[in-house]
């Protein structure tokens, strides 16, 4: 089979397209013409092209023979993927996973948020597509926040410094995915694709919360650590405020879709608890029991 991934060099382009690799797959790389990623590194299975993502003819030519396009796309960078959309559905492309990867999109409050928006317009224009094509179709992955990467750069919690931002108290369950499961569910939806069918997959690493996560760090450090408090309600009045500001050319846009993906993540009102609807079993994730999810945690804890 092959697949092409948009997006290859990010935080979760690079673990899935190590998976697609290792699963034997065809995979060809699409990146940015005007982009500075590096390129990937050669592998007999792998072909890198350079693409303009606002063009549908560039991309047509480059998604000949494909039958499965994965998009990690930062959308914030590249704006719409209605160009690799309408590309994909052209030269005959089976499955589209487009760029989701976070919170429930079908939750009514959640799809709100300004982070969340277009996301449910991604999944409105690929239904319109299929309703035109039927042989077109597409999965969105929900896998709530990134487990490991969330503690690396300390959004979750920081081991490193001992400090975290605890949302509504600290004690909201959440669920939270590896890097590693989400691919190995993007590996899922290809070798399951009618189960997965047009719709929403939901898929968790654990279900935890954030005073768990620090209460693992002190069973290895158990120095003080330094905690504020703040509720989602106040973060999105914050995040308004700086999204308003960015509209104006002063405020920072990227700041202001961390505050609201945090309200889709600690507002049990958001659907943050993906645990009565799970897709794991069929995509092949395994959960962590709690002794790895500690073993995790503390091995971001400095010696």
């Known amino acids: 089979m092959k697949v092409a991934l948009a997006g290859a060099s990010g935080n979760l382009g690079r673990p899935i397209l190590k998976a697609l690799l290792d699963a034997g797959l065809l995979v060809t790389v699409l990146s940015r013409k005007t982009g500075n990623s590096p390129p990937p590194a050669p592998h007999p299975n792998l072909v890198a092209k350079k693409v303009d993502f606002d063009s549908v003819p560039d991309l047509k030519q480059a998604l000949e023979g494909v039958e499965v396009v994965v998009s990690c796309l930062a959308t914030i960078a590249i704006g719409s993927q209605n160009p690799l959309i309408d590309a994909a559905e052209a030269v005959g492309v089976k499955r589209f996973i487009p760029a989701e990867f976070g919170m429930d999109s079908l939750n009514p409050l959640c799809a709100e948020l300004p ?4 996301k449910v317009s991604t999944q409105a224009y690929l239904l319109e597509k299929y309703k035109s094509n039927p042989d077109f179709t597409w999965t969105s992955i929900a896998n709530g926040l990134f487990l490991d990467w969330g503690i690396e750069v300390g959004f979750l919690i920081d081991p490193g410094s001992r400090t975290a931002t605890l949302y509504n108290g600290g004690d909201v369950p959440f669920s939270v995915t590896l890097l590693s499961d989400i691919a190995k569910a993007v590996l899922g939806i290809i070798n399951n694709q009618a189960e997965t069918r047009n719709r929403v997959v939901y898929i968790h690493s654990t ?3 954030q005073n768990k996560l ?16 703040k509720s989602t309600a106040q973060v999105l009045e914050e995040s308004l405020a700086e999204l308003e500001k960015a509209a104006q050319g002063t405020g920072d846009i990227g700041a202001a879709m961390i505050g609201f ?43």
């Open 214 to 229: 620090i209460q693992y760090a002190k069973e290895k450090d158990d120095r003080e650590w330094t905690v504020t408090t």
């Open 207 to 209: 279900l935890t919360t």
């Open 115 to 118: 982070v969340c928006k277009p």
């Open 261 to 303: 993906s945090a309200c889709g993540m600690w507002d049990p009102k958001c659907g943050c608890d993906f645990s009565d609807r799970l897709d794991n079993e069929v995509l092949g994730i395994r959960e962590l029991s709690e002794s790895d999810l500690k073993k995790l945690v503390q091995s971001f804890v400095p010696e």
